[in-house]
């Protein structure tokens, strides 16, 4: 009874996470029941393998989340009834905005009931507080945003409206990617409920290459450099110095990509077991040769989307407010405000609002700078000449880097708080970075830094230098592994994993965009 009860109850204290043995066993047993399921495909079987894979998909998040399965369950009934309306133009604005406003009630009130609270305080001198401690539902952010575009493009006539509901559940909660994404389009996925499965040598072999490659971006990248340095110097940023907290800061930017972007891959792999294909979320985004750039490489689902369903609606590079306007004033206004409400999103306190200002900032200077370089003349001349051009792409690359790694002190600092005391907890901690950073440097602390922690700077210069092979070399090992031998393939499964295991901490590190 114990074993049962630990199977499949919920437990606040062991979320179901891709980092554990629990989930693999958990995915292995819902893979023989997968295979059991789809047989020979036909209609009636892809419609029983929706139904199987969406009720799945409700356990591993109730696993995840508990009773927050329920609103789960009441935004796609609601999404998936008010698109009927919508689709045959009855009344299809009013039932788009219900639609839009179910959805949002429930983000707001989980997400921004802190931030709206302290924001009335502040405006009218009042001293009201939440009782009750709200928690956040993991991945509400998410599949809030995936049933938005799902009605506003069938409002729009980009899709027409799922017929079946378990079909629509199975979009909206598809296990591998609930929680953390990607933020997967109707017009991207649903076809894909209706296609026949099947594997091959190839597709396996480049699954099973994801999920070793986002495990180890996760374990070996990510938990290992937060353990052993960056979660003790934000902590105390004022018992370490400004090397130390420079240092922990551009390794946080190496932390939140391999964190974000492991588990993308892995969500990628395991979906593709499945013969479902994901969009891909990231492009090496510390290549990038500007803020702009770097958002469109970075966090790619959420940034179309942005583009889709804020940007465009708000006028896209033609109009400010609904009023025509000259292109480089509309395309500036309105990515800044884009930037702001996408700051907004991951997290409900200023150091967010701040941090997604500061990225619009990047982007509305990186796109006057490049204006003035053509004006001038000086862009023809960089890209006549090779070595020139190399050069200023080099400097583009690592000072876009810096910058977006120094935007990064606000989203760290605000991350993994309660939202009742956020705003004062991380600006007290950005404040006492920027101080030690910018602060008076003892540099004899350097050699001793670099001894002592040689095994986590020579892990992030590994990172990095991983990062910046060219793409081409990345596809390559790629596709060569996908061809190996089963025989070949298990021996390099098993070193990896033994590798792997070496580096597991003790305490299991949540990823970090659980909390978004």
């Known amino acids: 009874m114990e074993f049962l009860r630990h199977t499949f109850a919920f437990d606040s204290n062991s979320p179901l996470l891709f980092t554990q043995l629990y ?52 935004v796609t009934c609601t ?36 931030f709206g609270v302290d924001v009335f305080n502040s405006i009218f001198g009042t001293h009201c507080s939440i009782v009750d401690t709200i928690l956040l539902p993991v991945g509400i952010s998410f599949y809030i945003f995936q049933v938005i575009s799902y009605t506003v493009d069938v409002y729009r006539g980009h899709v027409a409206p799922v017929r079946n509901i378990f079909d629509f559940g ?18 991207e996925f649903m076809q894909q409920l209706y296609r026949p499965f099947h594997m091959t040598h190839r597709i396996m072999g480049v699954s099973v290459f994801w999920i070793l490659n986002g495990l180890t971006k996760k374990i070996i990248l990510s938990d290992y450099l937060a353990v052993n340095l960056i ?37 990628i792999g395991v979906a593709m077991l499945m013969g479902f294909y994901l969009p891909k979320n990231f492009d090496s985004p510390y ?21 889709s369903y804020v940007y465009i609606p708000l006028g896209g590079n033609r109009t400010v407010f609904g009023r025509p306007a000259n292109k480089l004033l509309a395309g500036n206004i309105n990515s800044f405000a884009t930037m702001l409400i996408g700051g907004l999103w991951h997290g409900a306190s200023w150091n967010f609002v701040i941090w997604g200002g500061l990225n619009g900032i990047g982007m509305i200077i990186a796109k006057c700078w490049h204006s003035m370089k053509e004006k001038i003349g000086v862009e023809g001349f960089i890209l006549r000449h090779k070595i020139v051009r190399y050069i200023d792409d080099t400097v583009c690359v690592l000072l876009t880097f810096t910058f977006i790694t120094f935007t990064r002190l606000f989203f760290r600092a605000s991350s993994n708080l309660d939202p009742a005391y956020a705003n004062e907890v991380a600006w007290r901690t950005a404040k006492q970075m920027l101080g030690q950073i910018f602060g008076a440097w003892n540099s004899s ?25 060219p793409a081409k070399f990345k596809q390559w090992y790629r596709i060569k592994f996908s061809r190996l031998p089963w025989y070949a393939m298990a021996i390099i499964v098993a070193v990896v994993v033994l590798v792997v295991y070496q580096f597991v901490t003790a305490d299991l590190q949540p990823f970090i965009y659980f909390q978004f």
């Open 23 to 74: 989930f693999w066993v958990f995915l292995f047993i819902v893979y023989i029941g997968y295979a059991l399921v789809i047989g020979k495909l036909n209609r009636q079987r892809l419609h029983l393998r929706n139904i199987y894979l969406m009720l799945v998909s409700w356990f591993f998040y109730y696993k995840t989340s508990g009773s927050f399965l329920a609103i789960l369950a009441i």
């Open 170 to 187: 199975m979009y909206v909660s598809f296990f591998p990617q609930l929680v953390a994404g990607p933020i997967v389009r109707a017009s």
């Open 231 to 267: 979660d003790r110097v934000f902590d105390n940023p004022l018992l370490f110095s400004g090397f130390e907290n420079l240092f922990a800061l551009f390794a946080y930017s190496m932390q939140v990509y391999a964190d974000f972007s492991g588990y993308t891959d892995i969500a």
């Open 287 to 307: 290549k990038s040769r500007n803020p702009q750039e770097f958002w469109r490489r970075w966090h790619q689902s959420l940034s179309r989307w942005l583009k």
């Open 445 to 469: 602390i350097i050699p001793l830094f670099l001894w002592e922690y040689k095994s986590v700077v020579l892990l992030f210069i590994t990172g990095m230098i991983i990062h910046w092979l």
């Open 79 to 114: 999404s998936y009834l008010t698109a009927f309306p919508i689709a045959r133009k009855i009344h299809a604005k009013l039932w788009l905005v219900v639609s839009i406003l179910i959805d949002l009630g429930f983000l707001f009130y989980y997400k921004y009931a802190y």
